[in-house]
């Protein structure tokens, strides 16, 4: 009976051990409730493609069009040169509100506030919106 006792521990700590050490986490950033980052977000990776996506169109945030030049070479640049960003502080920066429709109005223009999109761009300004 010991012996059986001893290997369904043994059994059951490997299974946990195996469990755990698939996964790995930085810092989690809580959005809304029930919305998190755990990953580092990469401008990169994750910020620049939404704008190429939803921003850098025809009439809108092109070179010579609106401010901020959302396009590829120049978006990072024209969102810190043209303070619409405040690393760490996604609350209070200017790109977030839009997004947010805490300002108005609300981008992208038409489609309304997006929770996927506001969290990768709140969590990439919060985790000090760094040209990654």
């Given amino acids: ?6 290997a369904l521990l ?9 469990i755990f050490s698939g996964c790995y986490k930085t810092t989690t950033l809580v959005i809304n409730p029930g919305e998190s980052i755990t990953t580092e977000m990469s401008y990169a990776n994750d910020i620049n493609p939404i704008f190429q996506k939803s921003c850098a169109l025809a009439g809108c945030h092109v070179s010579g069009g609106k401010v901020p030049d959302l396009t590829k070479d120049n978006s990072f640049k024209s969102l810190t040169v043209g303070g619409y960003i405040k690393a760490s502080d996604p609350d209070n920066s ?17 489609a309304g506030p997006d929770q996927a999109i506001n969290g990768k761009v709140y969590a990439w300004i919060k985790q000090g919106a760094k040209n990654n």
């Fill in 10 to 18: 043994t059994v059951g700590v490997s299974s946990m051990l195996l």
């Fill in 94 to 110: 200017d790109l977030y509100q839009w997004l947010s429709g805490k300002k108005s109005p609300v981008m992208p223009l038409g």
């Fill in 1 to 6: 009976m010991l012996k059986k006792k001893t």
